[in-house]
Every structure is written in C-alpha cells, then in structure tokens.
C-alpha cells in the first residue's frame, strides 16, 4: 500500500526532528556543500547542497540522526528496509481452489 498524507505524522517527526533538521541545513549552508548522510549513496557525487532535496537521515533503528542526505537516497533506504520487513512477517498466501 502506497504511504497516505492523510493520516497524521509519526512523532518522529515533531518538534524535535524539525529543530535537527534545521541545526544540520544551517551548517550546511554555512559551509556550503556537504557529504550525503546515507551509507549507500545512489549518486555519482556524494556531495549536497543547500538548494538540494534534503531529507534527515537516521539509524535503522530511527534514533540515531545521521545526517542531511539526498531525498531519494534516504527515501530509497527506507523502502528497501520496509520491503525486507514485509518478506520477514508476511506469510505465504494459501492458495484457493477455483470456485465457477
């Protein structure tokens, strides 16, 4: 199921991780570039910018602020991380017989 802005937002992202969030874009544009947070970048440069879709990036365990990374570097993280633990707690349909 695709994710719904209609829902509320986690916690996560309250106050706290806004104030995070700004503390690490005010350093980057102080110093003007910076390094992509995510272990796995999927760019050719790992490099960001301030006029860059920044996301805030954590441990897996979410707890642990990493750093600013790329949007789809943080997002792609994520989903793959989501999707392996689908496979972990989903079980295997059974199947039905056909009815006509």
Do not use: F
């Not at 992202?13 to 796995?40: F, K, S």
């Not at 792609?76 to 633990?85: G, I, N, Q, V, Y």
């Amino acid at each position: 199921m695709p994710w719904s802005n209609s829902r509320p937002r986690s916690r996560r992202y309250g106050a706290e991780h806004r104030a995070a969030r700004a503390e690490h874009m005010t350093a980057l544009r102080h110093a003007g570039e910076g390094t992509c947070a995510e272990p796995v970048c999927l760019y050719r440069s790992r490099t960001i910018t301030p006029d860059m879709r920044l996301h805030l990036s954590h441990d897996p365990t979410g707890r642990i602020v990493l750093g600013l990374s790329h949007a789809r570097c943080n997002t792609t993280e994520a989903s793959k991380r989501a999707r392996a633990l689908q496979a972990t707690t989903s079980t295997t349909p059974q199947q039905s017989p056909l009815r006509w």
